[in-house]
């Protein structure tokens, strides 16, 4: 598990559309540094320092697992997507965003690239008044004062105006899900996803136990004789290991993240299964799956079967690179006929076939994001 680390930002603006940047300031620092927890009211100032335009100001709280100076860094990128320029002139100027770092937990830093708390952030009213908003009861690791009793100390006399504004904050995905289920063919990386959200989310894992399963190996040597045993077992297996995990909510995690669904057995099953065996398997299933918590979201990865290939080469199973073109593609068309008969569940197909999320952190920020705004 990734540390979070709950940091204090503060945003100003005096260019441009001003709500906008901030806006998409939000924005950007959700998807590419941490949750965004709170967000104050926007106040407008004179600038200050200069002669300008009026700024907009705000602090938010967010929860980020970067290190300072690497937060710092995706924070000077999001200005410079946002396109603010910076110049050699000494001295404050106009700008479209300007993002500052005030507080980092309770850490002092005293660094060439970086210091925390903001040396200055005590003296600036149009700093403090929207950190206390949001964090008044939090002591000031170098004052040992509450921001709120470090504001009625300041000594700037600055006008500063509340405006009627209002900013939108992202849902992080801690608040949105309870339960996240990702579903997708043999090798399409489901597990490996699962892992990834799990440790950077603080998620609880259920993972399916296809290794205990004796059935297996046997079933890819001869299908037709351990078809039967294979699907029952694993339906059996499926079903107690969600009943008993999702029943039992770990108070220290955000949410659950599972790398199958139990819908998956009765896909397989299709495939694999005789007629008669299959309708005594569907009485078993529609029993057991009426006692199942649903996600709160559904994911399939859709992966094209040249890349299912590797993906099974690559992870080295013996008893699995005897898996044919025709198997996969039959376990295909099996989810695309669930996906689009099953109407009650909350369904985000996501496809990864271009995509390499494991060892490409922007593959996996997409992924993320995906899931965040559906």
Known sequence: MKIQRITYLSLGTNQGNKFENLQNAINLIDQQVGEIKKISSIYKTRSWGFEGEDFLNICIKISTHQQPETLMNSLLEIENELGRLRTSEAGYQNRIIDIDILLIDDQI???K??????????????????????AGTVLHPIEKKQISTCLQSCNDSSDIILTNEKLKR????????NYIAIEGNIGAG?????????????????????AENPFLPKFYEDKERYAFPLEMSFLADRYQQLTDDLAQFDLFKNFIVSDYYIFKSLIFA?????????????KMFDLMYKEITKPDLYIYLFQNTERLLENIKKRGRDYEQSIETSYLKSIHNGYKSF???????NLLIID??????VNNIEDYK?????????
Do not use: C, G, W
């Not at 996906?339 to 569940?345: C, G, R």
């Not at 997409?366 to 559906?374: E, G």
């Open 109 to 111: 830093i005293l660094s």
């Open 113 to 134: 690239k970086l210091i925390v708390p903001h040396p200055r952030m005590l003296q600036r009213k149009f700093v403090m008044i929207p950190l206390s908003e949001i």
């Open 170 to 177: 992202p849902i992080p995905l801690t608040e949105k899900y």
């Open 190 to 210: 489901k597990t490996s996803l699962a892992n990834m959200i799990s440790n950077e989310f603080n998620a609880k894992t259920v993972l399916e136990r296809f």
């Open 270 to 282: 299709q495939v694999t299964l005789q007629k008669e065996e299959y309708l005594l398997y569907r």
């Open 339 to 345: 996906i689009n008969t099953e109407k009650n569940l």
């Open 352 to 357: 990864v076939s271009k995509m390499d999320f």
């Open 366 to 374: 997409y992924i993320v994001n995906k899931i965040k705004h559906f």
